[in-house]
């Protein structure tokens, strides 16, 4: 395992890639990840908050946000993540597969600096949550998923044509399998805590 060339309760803005591929590998306990969900829509920053006035578009497109070399680095190394990203292409869309792409490099680059010991998070929902789940195990290894915790809210949108939508996933994995991290729930809030093997 190496030591962190990153210091503790440092905060880095910008595209996580740029971040990810800089860090030493193998030298993070625990990533808790919660980026975009591909929820075909526009997200802005509220206007009391330090991003005020930002914009991020959560919607892909296979021809604009996949870089070639992300795919040659995939189908080269990967082959069975590239058949994860590419039957999400197939059986929802272009974009889905845009974004199964993006989400592909970065958790790459998540795995090459985890610790053997440590823990990844990742919270999606149902737009993407069981394609995500494939790539998770393709990259991660299926042997190493933990569990799906379900993040339940209190209310969400039923109609005549469906039940209520009123939930999030989390996917846990343990980098090694070891399984040896639990999660305690607290106030709404998850913690994280490491206990004896
Ligand atoms: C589902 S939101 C999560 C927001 C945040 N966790 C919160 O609770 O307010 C996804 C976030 O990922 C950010 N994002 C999109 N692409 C990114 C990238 N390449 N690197 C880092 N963050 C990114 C978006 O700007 C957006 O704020």
């Known amino acids: 395992m190496a030591e962190p ?3 503790n309760r440092t905060l880095f803005h910008g ?3 740029r971040f990810l591929r800089a860090m030493n590998s193998e030298s993070v306990d625990l990533i808790a990840t919660d980026p975009p969900f ?3 829509r526009d997200f802005h920053a509220t206007p009391d908050s330090l991003a005020k006035g930002a914009k991020f578009q959560d919607r892909w497109s296979w021809e604009k946000d996949v870089h070639e070399e992300w795919v040659d680095e995939i189908k080269d190394d990967y ?9 999400a292409r197939y059986a929802h869309s272009d974009g889905m597969g845009a974004y199964m792409c993006f989400m592909a490099v970065r958790l790459l680059a998540m795995r090459r600096v985890l610790k053997p010991t440590g ?3 990742l919270h999606c929902d149902p737009t993407a949550s069981h394609y995500l789940k494939a790539v998770m195990d393709a990259v991660f290894g299926w042997k190493n998923f933990q569990n799906e915790i379900v993040w339940c809210y209190g209310s969400g949108g039923a109609s005549k044509r469906h039940y209520s939508r009123k939930h999030d996933a989390i996917l846990f994995y343990a980098a090694g399998g070891g399984g040896i991290y639990s999660m305690l729930m607290t106030c709404g809030s998850l913690t994280h805590r490491r206990t004896n093997p």
């Open 5 to 7: 060339n990153w210091k």
């Open 15 to 17: 595209d996580n890639l």
């Open 38 to 40: 591909n929820k075909n």
């Open 79 to 87: 082959p069975r993540l590239m058949e994860a990203i590419e039957s």
């Open 119 to 121: 823990s990844i998070y």
